[in-house]
């Protein structure tokens, strides 16, 4: 029987987390990812049914939720520019397995179904100076759902973290976690998006960089310098044995050919280039190569290493990073 796996996606309003998400599936299509290419992966969108085994109450559900399902639409609204998630959040199903090499006790766990849940950022990282309101209950159960997932990725953009709200709203959650004393909690990963913002002013030059390891370390590393949060972190490895890995990832990505960050400074808002004249995702298609919006994920599942996954130990220099697997 496949191994079910719940995945939370956890960050602040705005933070990319859904278009991360939106990316995943394209970003194993186009291998634009930091695993081997030999390992191969598929992810599959499932129904509800299909990963709680076709019962009754879950095959009911199925059937009211219509012909297109969810993760569907949220790649279409991505394509549309994208929108926030909404305040009761989302559930995605997804057959995740491998058609290549992969270390054997990797191959054992695979295919596994998981389902990944996505919470609105309001709900997920609550401002806890504000009145209590409706949203009370939404949270109370959300809570309840990262207690007993198996794997967390906290998607954070690439801020300076002294000038965010979200920031201690954060740290009380790490902290909260570490403490909790019924989470069954097995991986975190911390995702910066928007990686691609860096190299906006490096033109074609701007994926060479961004597409070497030593580069998403060093901007790891000046990243986490000044969270304060960090340390509520290390708690959850040290005190209740949990991986915790740090990483980058860019939904938008960069342009097939010419390399620069997928950022159309010619539209109004953020928006990726698009060939005029074509509709729907097909004008999107030809320019867009995601980054890495994958990887999160497939370490949440498998807790496999990649170029790109990085360590306490990494982020502090005490250990070498393994050579590129690309």
């Not at 191959?107 to 997920?124: F, Q, S, T, W």
């Amino acid at each position: 029987m496949a191994e079910k796996l719940t995945i939370c996606l956890v960050g602040p309003r705005g933070g990319g987390k859904s278009s991360m998400l939106a990316a995943a599936t394209d970003c194993i299509v186009q291998s634009a990812h930091g695993y081997s290419p030999d390992l191969r992966p598929t992810m599959q969108s499932i129904t509800r049914a299909a990963f709680h085994g076709f019962d009754s109450v879950s095959a009911k559900l199925d059937i009211f939720d219509g012909l297109v399902d969810d993760y569907q639409k949220l790649r279409r609204a991505f394509a549309e520019g994208g929108a926030p998630t909404d305040a009761r959040g989302r559930e995605y199903f997804f057959r995740l397995t491998l058609h290549g090499d992969a270390p054997r006790e990797i191959r054992e766990k695979a295919p596994c179904l998981l389902r990944i849940i996505d919470a609105a950022g309001g709900v997920a990282i609550p401002d806890e100076t504000a009145p209590a309101d409706a949203l009370t209950e939404i949270r109370d159960d959300f809570a309840t759902k990262l207690l007993s997932a198996d794997a967390i990725v906290f998607v954070l953009p690439l801020v300076r973290f002294e000038d965010s709200g979200w920031v201690g709203d954060m740290a009380r959650l790490f902290e909260r976690l570490a403490l909790a004393p019924d989470q069954k909690l097995r991986r975190v990963i911390v995702a910066f998006s928007h990686y691609e913002r860096l190299f906006v002013r490096l033109g074609p030059s701007a994926f060479t960089y961004a597409c070497d390891p030593a580069v998403a370390l060093h901007v790891l590393r000046r990243s986490l310098r000044s969270a304060p949060w960090i340390d509520s972190l290390r708690a959850l490895e040290t005190g209740a044995k949990v991986d915790i890995r740090f990483t980058v990832t860019s939904a938008y990505g960069f342009v097939k050919t010419f390399q620069n960050p997928n950022i159309d400074p010619h539209r109004e808002g953020e928006r990726r280039f698009r060939r005029e004249g074509v509709a729907g995702s097909r004008a999107l298609n030809e320019f867009w190569r995601p980054f890495l919006a994958v990887d999160p994920i497939l370490y949440a599942a498998l807790a496999l290493e990649s170029a790109f996954m990085f360590s306490y130990a990494q982020i502090d220099g005490s250990a070498q990073k393994p050579a590129a697997l690309r």
